[in-house]
């Protein structure tokens, strides 16, 4: 359970935080006290989402909260409560009292708010020394009936996601990865199996081998099962690079910064994994993480290099700086061999997708349009914005090679799109698939979701899930 909510009666009153709709303000104000009133100037409240003002008595006791909410409510509304009171009250008030959020009785209103309280309660600061960044929240009291809700398995999951994402990579290499991989396996009781190193090549994962050959950093590809055999199969795959460095074909130092995210994807499936089966979803899980660090070396692999793939084709590396489909060719065509009800994939792919789509809505393809079209749909719903973009045919013989059977990348403008092509060459389309191709970072602070490693679309998958698959 997080240490910011509690279930538990409050021994002290309750300290209510009540909502006000921006375009009510005026009303609202109007019928406060002279007292009160004075204080929301002295705050420039005027309920726009994301402002907040504490109320306090003649005695100078806190009395009340107020924040703004937009109409519909939105789980970003009060995101930046956490932080906020924070910054305002004693240590001493927050160990000792709770909050309740009064006045929102719609139940998907309260779970979008208990979510949001939950997202500005992340912060990553382990390897800050010295004088800590106070790391006491305010604690919220649960309604009745979210002491077990989904949206705090689904916290937790994002939490896992977040913190794989923003460790840095001499804490996070293939290794690491696999040892996370399998303390939340053990977490579970779920099977984890590894395949490390030259074991790789002996099982025929040649382009998993490949790439990560090039780091003292061995590679290994993770795979977890868990669930009743029973149960319809889902397979998730997670681009699991803990350092892309681009290869022999280098990236310039700008674009090198921040690469130790680019095991984003893995930190996708492992968090939504477990925001799985800490919800005992009814489906038969499979999780498959390359894990791998695409490092400069005199063993890396080669712009011209031709290699087999586990599918038996063979392909020729064009920029060695295009490694994530490399990795993930292996992985999808071994998660489509057995032909389970849907598979699901998250890599920080290609620096195209965030120019199509910008930093805050990740692309993502498939190859059946029910998906498409529900996925999308469910992730206005729960406000985790993903956007389908077509895995069009024409641009299918940029891939074609001289001497291979196909070429790993593109020559034209659409990177994202025929990587994803390159993509569905391995899973086929006989097994309904959906490709996310994340950014997987936030570049500035924005309510719920602090500068670093950032989710995009777990939510939203989890909840597609949670709706076909719930306990
Ligand atoms: N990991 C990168 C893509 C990336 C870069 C994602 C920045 C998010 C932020 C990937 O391995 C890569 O380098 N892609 C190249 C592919 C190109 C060489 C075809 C890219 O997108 O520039
Ligand atoms: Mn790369
Ligand atoms: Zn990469």
Sequence with gaps: MFDFYTTKKPSKETISIYPVRTDEFNDWFESRS?????????????????????????????????????????????????????????????????????????????????????????????????????????????PKGFEKHTILNLLSGIFTCRDLINEPSNKLGPQELVERAKDIAKEFKADCKIIHDKDLLKQNYPMIFTVGDSSERRPALIDIRWGNKKDPMITLVGKGVCFDTGGVN????????????????????????????????????RVLVPAVENAVSGRAFRPDDVYPTRKGITVEIDNTDAEGRLILSDSLYEASSEKPELIIDFATLTGAARIATGHEIPPFFSNRHELEHDIKKVSFEVEDPVWPLPLWKGYRKELNSDIADICH????????????????????NETPWVHFDVYGWSDANYPGKPKGGRDMGLHTTFEYLLRKYAA
């Design 34 to 142: 002279d007292a009160t009133k004075s204080q929301i100037n002295v705050a420039r409240f005027t309920a726009k989402p994301g402002e907040t003002v504490i109320v306090r008595n003649a005695k100078g006791e806190l009395k009340r909260v107020y924040y703004g909410v937009s109409n519909p409510v939105s789980a970003y509304d009060v995101a930046t409560l956490p932080e906020f009171l924070q910054s305002r009250l004693s240590d001493e008030t927050l160990a000792n009292d709770v909050f309740e959020l009064k006045d929102i009785s719609d139940k998907e209103e309260i779970e979008k708010l208990i979510l949001g309280w939950g997202l500005g309660c992340y912060k990553f600061d382990k390897y800050k020394t010295g004088e800590k960044t106070k790391n006491v929240w305010p604690i919220l009291r649960l």
């Design 250 to 285: 280098v990236k310039p130092g700008q674009f090198m910064r921040n690469m130790k995210k680019d095991m984003g994807g893995a930190a996708h499936v492992l968090g939504l994994a477990r925001a799985i089966m800490l919800s005992g979803l009814k489906i038969r899980l």
């Design 409 to 428: 990348m593109g020559k034209g403008r659409a990177g994202h799109i025929t990587a994803a092509l390159f993509l569905q060459e391995f899973v086929g």
